[in-house]
């Protein structure tokens, strides 16, 4: 039957297309549902175009600092429309490629809004037709939007979610940012990188609260040098958008304020996408707007499977996509482990960029464990010192009788790029002294964890 398929996956953002490439691959015959642009939230309206946007700002402050690298810029200046334009072609290049894999592993592709149904059926609902197409397994991967708030009402112009952050016609001179984790954080660099009045508004007593504390600080304290204005254990309680910019309220643990600014962004974390998916109806069960799984993605329901935002994981893009795998590889009766949550790396695209995975120190410390700590400044690295990048460090904590390495955490230059490393270190369980006894290229940053290892087990050269 031309509508009948192996498996449908309603969604095709990093999760989605992921499993469907991986199903095709194990030879299944795939189609994947999608209501707008192949590559969803993370490709179109998320982590590629803001890393775009991030890359000019970042650009646009070396030129600021030209005479740090003996270097005379006479004449430069910025276009914000041209910023914007360059990461909705990045955004639309990555879609097309998406697309390209599709074609390139025979997966059809089904336009329109998806509704699961009984009896493995899922229909593609496009403008006023709607067709019904059957599948042994249906996974659904329709991911998140922008979260709102009540007292923080968005109104796509003066209070905005961070799409609406990626697209603005002009450049805001104010701009009040509330929450600070990486979508915020995100932002909030940009734009002051490119000569905003930034102030971020965060309900937890640090920024970042997620990262290990150390990590916090040392943020704070570039941010605050770099002109951001931070309020922590801070709420916006009311905004008032009548007049010319918007008016917003805050109310902090010593007084009650009034900021103005041009925009208010709430970055507030995100809601899933499941209205509309027909999940009442099949007897799906939820929990607090996530679809309940096992450990391989299966629904309460036979032959229905959840991956991504939708599920409790982590709401990254690298999560849904191992999920994804996962549950593919499942289906077609492979050996498959259990994805391990406590190993999956989180990154915070700022200047300086943050990157962990695991234990942070105090986590570690409320669990009763024995620890050992090692920790190596940038300020101390010959490659981060000839790039002008020596701001930042990387952390590390071992289990003290056991040699388990429990968590790493860095902030510098790069170190989206470095905590690969401790990743595959805690996968094959690698003790610290086999770090040690592992060459690091030099001059790197990288060699910061060989370092903050050696300094852990006191065996440090450059400190």
């Not at 002109?227 to 008016?247: F, M, N, P, W, Y």
């Amino acid at each position: 039957m031309a509508n009948s398929y192996d498996i449908i996956v309603v969604g095709s953002g990093p999760g989605g297309y992921v499993t469907a490439i991986r199903a095709s691959q194990l030879g299944f015959k795939t189609a994947v549902v999608e209501k707008e642009s192949l590559g969803g939230v993370c490709l179109n309206w998320g982590c590629i175009p803001t890393k775009a946007l991030i890359k000019s700002a970042q650009v646009f402050d070396y030129l600021k600092h030209a005479s740090d690298y003996g270097l005379t810029v006479k004449e430069y200046d910025k276009d914000f429309d041209a910023v914007v334009n360059r990461s909705r072609e990045v955004a639309a290049g990555m879609s097309k490629g998406v697309q390209f894999l599709m074609k390139k592993n025979k997966i059809d592709v089904l336009e329109g809004h998806g509704k699961v149904m009984v009896g493995k059926k899922v229909v593609v609902a496009r403008g006023k037709t709607e067709t019904e197409y059957e599948a042994k397994h249906i996974i659904i991967a329709t991911g998140a939007r922008s979260r709102e708030l009540p007292n923080l009402p968005q109104d796509g112009k003066k209070v905005i979610g961070y799409r609406k952050a990626m697209t603005l016609d002009k450049q805001p001179k104010k701009l009040i940012v509330v929450g600070s984790g990486a979508i915020g954080i995100e932002f909030a660099y940009f734009y002051n990188a490119m000569g905003t009045e930034v102030t971020i508004v965060e309900y937890q007593d640090r920024i970042v609260p997620v990262e290990d504390e150390e990590v916090s600080k040392q943020l704070e304290r570039t941010f605050k040098k770099s002109g951001i204005q931070i309020l922590t254990s801070a709420e916006v309680t009311a905004v008032d958008t009548k007049g010319k910019g918007v008016k917003a309220t805050v109310k902090t643990q010593k007084e009650e304020l009034t900021l103005q600014a041009d925009i208010v962004l709430s970055a507030v974390g995100i809601k899933t996408n499941l209205e509309d998916l027909g999940l009442d109806d099949m007897g799906i069960a939820t929990d607090r707007d996530k679809i309940l799984v096992n450990d391989f993605y299966q629904t309460n329901q036979p032959g229905y499977y959840a991956i991504g935002d939708i599920t409790a994981g982590p709401s990254l893009a690298h999560v849904a996509s191992a999920e994804g795998i996962i549950c593919v590889e499942k289906i077609a009766g492979m050996e498959v482990e259990p994805l391990n949550y406590g190993n999956i790396p989180g990154c915070t695209y700022c200047s300086p960029e943050i990157a962990s995975v695991g234990l942070t120190e105090k986590q570690a410390l409320d669990k009763g464990l024995d620890i050992k700590i090692g920790k190596f400044p940038f300020s101390a690295s010959g490659k981060a010192q000839a790039s002008g990048t020596s701001d930042g460090f990387v952390k590390v904590i071992f289990d003290a009788k056991y040699g388990e390495w429990l968590g790493c955490h860095m902030i510098g230059a790069g170190v989206t790029d470095m905590i690969a490393e401790a990743v595959v270190g805690r996968k094959l369980e690698t003790t610290g002294h086999e770090i040690l006894k592992t060459v690091h290229p030099h001059p790197t940053m990288s060699e910061a964890v060989m370092e903050a290892v050696a300094d852990a087990y006191d065996e440090v050269i450059h400190l």
